[in-house]
């Protein structure tokens, strides 16, 4: 999948100084590309069978959401505060430039269903451990994780459960 690094932008300095943010819209224009760089999640999702696939807001929504539709499997939105209506259930967590928080709405899914957890990147792992969380809390089994992009210098997959799938299509 090296090949698909040309497709991703790199923006110095946002969302803060000192951050490099990989930018990957730009594969959402392209088709074909975004087929390619997907077509290895949904052999993931294939092969594990999960009963819903959680996207986290909001570039994780663009992937999981595409591929819950075309594989016939339900869609958990994880969001971040005040986004979701009902009764939620809430996580704080650190990000490496500040605080965040994330949700999910209670009774989402039955008790120990099998989901697998999809965001656009796995940088220091905070958020998508809080997600892994959330889910756990929310009475789920996280079967796993799946990335587009991985950041490998922050080593984000020692802040998630080495004994879940880890999955990343591009690693830098």
Excluded: H
């Excluded at 819209?25 to 999640?41: A, G, H, R, T, V």
């Amino acid at each position: 999948m090296e090949n698909l690094k040309k497709y991703i932008g790199e923006i110095n300095d946002f969302p803060k100084e000192g951050i490099v943010f990989k930018d990957i819209n730009p594969i959402y224009k392209e088709p074909k590309i975004w087929n390619q760089l997907m077509l290895p999640l949904q052999n993931l999702i294939s092969s594990t069978k999960p009963d819903y696939i959680a996207g986290i807001e909001s570039r994780g929504f663009i992937s999981a959401s595409a591929l819950a539709f075309k594989l016939d499997i339900g869609f958990i939105p994880i969001r971040k505060p005040n986004k979701l209506p009902g009764e939620v259930i809430g996580l704080n967590y650190k990000l490496e430039y500040g605080e965040d928080r994330l949700e999910i709405q209670k009774n989402s899914f039955k008790q120990k269903s099998k989901i697998i957890l999809i965001d656009d990147l796995l940088a220091t792992g905070g958020t998508a451990g809080t997600a892994g969380n959330l889910i756990r809390e929310a009475g789920g089994k996280l079967i796993g994780y799946a990335f587009l992009v991985e950041l490998t210098e922050l080593n984000g997959r020692k802040n998630l459960d080495s004994n879940l799938i880890i999955e990343s299509i591009i690693k830098y």
